[in-house]
DNA sequence: GCGTATTCAAACGCTTTTAA
DNA sequence: TTAAAAGCGTTTGAATACGC
């Protein structure tokens, strides 16, 4: 996505070249205004010109605006980075082929899912978290956002503008505290083929996301706890260990009933268990 | 140098929450 | 029930970078 890629690639430009200076700029792509508000901006094109061009005048008039107003160019903007709408020359905008998708009521929420992963700033959050719970503190969640390369001036903007986009592309399905692929696939399966996935998204991840591996029936957080295990034999840190158990427990204390709330983790040397004795 | 596109920062008003 | 406080969403103008 030609869009997403130059935003993204702007951001760390405009920090690189202005380190020192006194307005700090983020070095991650995101959006400004949700996706709610860019797939509207979709449907106006969509409902008034179909696969067609429009100009920013029109699409302002469709989406009761003014085209000079910065909320108008906030949308557009994210409209690009959310990949729904393309520009192919000054002025005048189209459907992106995400954009297209997503106006259609059967590839709307694939498209939606989709659209949301095409932000680097969402992309990374949910890779971060795959599996896990993020951080319940508004507080927290922003200062992960701060730690992505967002500017600590709009880090609540961002959180907000963030978590409204993962309710309305799906991803808060399970809950405002995990991030979780809305489960499109099989649903899905028999309708018109969906629109290729961003060029960035790692093919493997498709693999790791789907319910198999003798996981079936298992809630995806469960899943993606066990596929963050490494290899046996492999090196395993203690603070890594520490960490994976204590997201296990809250887990746990997610996913069922009764008082877990005691667990705690430490790192605490302790006397390790006999390892079991295997020839070699 | 100028125009355009994008990002940043702040102000304002509305909504929700909380305590008396 | 009501008032105060906090949070949130929207809008606006300034700042910045890029292309011509």
Same mark, same amino acid.
């Given at each position: ?17 202005e ?24 449907e ?30 906030v ?8 990949g ?14 995400l ?23 969402y ?24 730690a ?7 880090? $609540? ?27 499109f ?6 309708a ?26 298992? $809630? ?59 020839? $070699?």
């Amino acid at each position: 996505m030609a869009g997403e890629n130059s935003a993204s690639a702007e951001a760390t430009k405009l920090n690189t070249s202005e380190e020192g200076a006194t307005k700090q700029r983020s070095t991650i792509a995101f959006p400004y205004a949700p996706l709610g508000d860019t797939i509207e901006l979709a449907e106006a094109i969509h409902g008034n010109v179909g696969l067609g061009e429009c100009d920013d005048d029109q699409l302002a008039v469709w989406t009761k605006q003014s085209p000079k107003s910065s909320g108008f160019r906030v949308q557009i903007a994210s409209a690009r980075l959310f990949g729904l709408i393309t520009s192919p020359a000054g002025g005048k905008y189209r459907l992106a082929d995400l954009g297209s998708a997503i106006v259609d009521p059967n590839q709307t929420r694939e498209a939606r899912a989709n659209a949301f992963l095409n932000v680097p700033l969402y992309r990374a959050i949910f890779d971060k978290y795959r599996g896990g719970v993020l951080p319940g503190q508004a507080a927290a969640m922003e200062r992960e956002i701060v730690a992505l390369g967002v500017s600590d001036k709009v880090k $609540d903007r961002a959180r907000q503008v963030f978590e409204r986009s993962a309710e309305q592309a799906g991803f808060f399905a399970h809950g405002r505290n995990r991030l979780v692929m809305p489960g499109f696939a099989a649903r899905q399966a028999d309708a018109a083929p969906p629109p290729p996935p961003p060029a960035d998204e790692p093919q493997d991840e498709k693999k790791k996301g789907g319910n198999g591996g003798g996981f079936d029936g298992h $809630d995806p957080l469960i899943i993606g706890l066990f596929q963050k295990l490494p290899e046996p034999e492999a090196d395993w840190p203690v603070a890594a260990r520490l960490k994976w158990l204590q997201t296990a427990a809250n887990i746990f204390d997610l996913l069922y009933k009764g008082d877990g709330g005691g667990i705690s983790m430490s790192a605490a040397r302790a006397e390790r268990s006999p390892r079991p004795q295997h020839d $070699d």
